[in-house]
């Protein structure tokens, strides 16, 4: 027999459908949020080793891993922001796994993130993509293509100067359209989080937590390889850690799309 998933098995085992691996290495090198020096830091990661083939366990290697919730490419639960501390299942562990799957809108801004370091996605960039490409559909990932994955160390990465970070992100106006308009499940980046470098001097700080994860929607942070994603047409399949009252969860990101195109 026929069906939606028979043919994406074939199609999956032929190549016609390929896996993009949204997904940056998660290690001690991964970069960390900088914010203001009177909040806690989140720490980055640790390996330690619990045996490795030797007298604390002879034939098997393991590792303790320590980190912050939000680290390296991770997920944004609603839980993680004071407006979403209430929402139904607003956790990890408690997400329903049909929101863990959907539709990618891929915004490309790589060039206007080059030449404007705090380059802000506005509702109308947002309504000229649709123009292009079609309406945001409910329930879908919207991603910004920045290229800031492509950014070599942690210090381009970050980008700080004596006023903190420089990197792009949504304005509050763009993430009240993608939240309450469009419906998306989220909103996803390729910078160290969703909210732009400088968002903590926003009104209301940091806009796109606020605003998303106020109205239950999800966040992608330190995302790659969305050059590799058409504007319209990938599946991408985003599930955290099942961390119980988890605010978030590095995970492994991937995308299917049609690979002849
Ligand atoms: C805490 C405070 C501000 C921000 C963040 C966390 C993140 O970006 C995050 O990883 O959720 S902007
Ligand atoms: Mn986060």
């Given at each position: 027999?026929?069906?939606?998933?028979?043919?994406?098995?074939?199609?999956?085992?032929?190549?016609?459908?390929?896996?993009?691996?949204?997904?940056?290495?998660?290690?001690?090198?991964?970069?960390?949020?900088?914010?203001?020096?009177?909040?806690?830091?989140?720490?980055?990661?640790?390996?330690?080793?619990?045996?490795?083939?030797?007298?604390?366990?002879?034939?098997?290697?393991?590792?303790?891993?320590?980190?912050?919730?939000?680290?390296?490419?991770?997920?944004?639960?609603?839980?993680?922001?004071i407006t979403g501390r209430d929402l139904p299942d607003n956790a990890c562990d408690t997400i329903p796994p049909s929101k863990l799957?959907?539709?990618?809108?891929?915004?490309?801004?790589?060039?206007?993130?080059?030449?404007?370091?705090?380059?802000?996605?506005?509702?109308?960039?947002?309504?000229?993509?649709?123009?292009?490409?079609?309406?945001?559909?409910?329930?879908?990932?919207?991603?910004?293509?920045?290229?800031?994955?492509?950014?070599?160390?942690?210090?381009?990465?970050i980008n700080a100067d004596d006023n903190g970070p420089h990197s792009p992100g949504p304005t509050k106006e763009a993430a009240e359209?993608?939240?309450?308009?469009?419906?998306?499940?989220?909103?996803?980046?390729?910078?160290?989080?969703?909210?732009?470098?400088?968002?903590?001097?926003?009104?209301?700080?940091?806009?796109?937590?606020?605003?998303?994860?106020?109205?239950?929607?999800?966040?992608?942070?330190?995302?790659?390889n969305l050059d590799l994603l058409p504007p319209t047409g990938a599946i991408v399949i985003a599930a955290p850690l099942k961390l119980?009252?988890?605010?978030?969860?590095?995970?492994?990101?991937?995308?299917?799309?049609?690979?002849?195109?």
């Amino acid at each position: 027999m026929s069906n939606v998933l028979t043919q994406l098995a074939d199609e999956l085992a032929s190549g016609s459908v390929r896996v993009i691996d949204l997904t940056q290495p998660l290690g001690p090198e991964t970069p960390v949020i900088g914010l203001p020096p009177q909040f806690a830091p989140s720490p980055g990661v640790t390996f330690d080793e619990i045996s490795r083939y030797d007298d604390h366990g002879p034939a098997w290697y393991w590792n303790t891993l320590t980190m912050g919730e939000h680290t390296g490419t991770h997920f944004d639960a609603p839980i993680h922001w004071i407006t979403g501390r209430d929402l139904p299942d607003n956790a990890c562990d408690t997400i329903p796994p049909s929101k863990l799957i959907g539709p990618a809108c891929v915004i490309d801004k790589s060039r206007e993130s080059e030449a404007d370091h705090d380059y802000l996605l506005t509702p109308t960039c947002i309504e000229q993509w649709e123009a292009e490409h079609g309406r945001i559909p409910i329930g879908a990932w919207v991603l910004l293509r920045s290229d800031w994955n492509k950014r070599v160390g942690a210090d381009s990465f970050i980008n700080a100067d004596d006023n903190g970070p420089h990197s792009p992100g949504p304005t509050k106006e763009a993430a009240e359209l993608l939240a309450h308009d469009r419906k998306v499940l989220g909103f996803g980046t390729e910078t160290i989080g969703t909210d732009a470098g400088q968002a903590g001097t926003f009104d209301p700080p940091f806009p796109n937590h606020t605003i998303m994860h106020g109205a239950g929607k999800f966040g992608l942070a330190s995302l790659c390889n969305l050059d590799l994603l058409p504007p319209t047409g990938a599946i991408v399949i985003a599930a955290p850690l099942k961390l119980v009252g988890g605010s978030g969860s590095p995970l492994r990101v991937l995308a299917l799309r049609l690979g002849q195109e």
